[in-house]
């Protein structure tokens, strides 16, 4: 699963009800400014940026959000992740309250919902910042679900752009990468189900996948531009829940930054 436009809710059905109780807003801890000594006209430097982690848990559900300083010190991103926080929270408090009193109702144990979500640096370049997001999901049933997506943040433009945003168009970036994917993508099942993978057994989970419709991560191992990129397959995309997710990491290729557009060539170089 890939995230469409960067910011979404996580995976939350539709839910009825009042909300049990108001999003708490965020706290954010910072470092003392430093008082400038000497001229009174020097500027008092600003509080560090730090890393919010927020968790709630009561009796009908838990909740947990949390994000990088880097995403922290960009207040328009910052304020994004803060909204995307609060909404989810609610949805869950929401779904919650409506799965406890049906349980109630109905006379059956209740489990309590559980909701995660963690941000992390994938790389940061000069003017980009590239983030992924592992979710975890319990709404009932046999088991949780589990997740990941992305975005990469413009310092320039102050906005958030989905990482195939970057590329000509899903054909051309799945073009660029699809036989490496796949080809590395059945490697990695085959040691998971011990035995060669049939793309032609007529069975999804064989079939080799659009690079597109699995989560894009742009990555660097210079900070200064991108050189590679990795394709996380979540549980049922690639395979049954059993066998987790498959995360595959390629080097960029002349083939794919010439699917990359012109106007963002220039922050993609060959990988190793």
């Known amino acids: 699963m890939r995230f469409a436009l960067a910011l979404t809710p996580l995976i939350l059905l539709a839910a009825c009800g009042k909300e049990e109780e108001a999003a708490p807003a965020p706290t954010f801890t910072a470092s003392d400014a430093a008082v400038a000594t000497g001229d009174a006209s020097e500027a008092v430097a600003p509080p560090l940026a730090k890393a919010v982690d ?22 328009e991103l910052r304020a994004e992740l803060d909204k995307e926080m609060a909404k989810a929270r609610a949805e869950l408090s929401s779904m919650a ?16 919902y559980e909701q995660s979500t963690k941000w992390t640096v994938v790389t940061e370049l000069p003017g980009w910042l590239s983030l992924k997001r592992d979710f975890y999901e319990f ?3 046999a088991h949780g679900n589990h997740g990941t ?3 990469i943040w413009d310092k320039t433009a102050g906005q958030h752009r989905d990482p195939i945003s970057l ?10 990468l699809r036989n490496a994917f796949c080809n590395a993508l059945d490697k990695e099942r085959a040691k998971r189900r011990g ?9 999804t989970f064989d079939e080799c996948l659009a690079p597109s419709s699995v989560t894009v991560l742009l990555g660097s ?13 979540d ?38």
Do not use: H, M, W
Not at 221 to 233: K, P, W
């Open 167 to 176: 590329f000509l168009s899903k054909a051309a970036f799945d073009g660029a």
């Open 221 to 233: 191992s210079s900070g200064q531009q991108f050189n590679r990129i990795g394709l996380i397959a």
């Open 97 to 112: 309250k409506e799965g406890a009193d049906s349980a109630k109702q109905d006379g059956y144990d209740f489990l309590p």
């Open 139 to 141: 709404t009932g049933g």
């Open 235 to 272: 549980p049922y995309a690639a395979g049954p829940y059993a066998e987790g997710g498959y995360e595959i990491t390629l080097p960029v290729t002349p083939a794919v930054i010439k699917a990359v557009k012109p106007e963002y060539r220039a922050l993609f170089t060959l990988g190793r």
């Open 54 to 75: 927020i968790k709630t848990e009561n009796p009908r559900y838990s909740f947990a959000y949390a994000y990088p300083a880097a995403a922290a010190s960009i207040p």
């Open 195 to 203: 035995g060669p993978v049939d793309r032609n057994s007529g069975d």
């Open 149 to 151: 997506a992305s975005l």
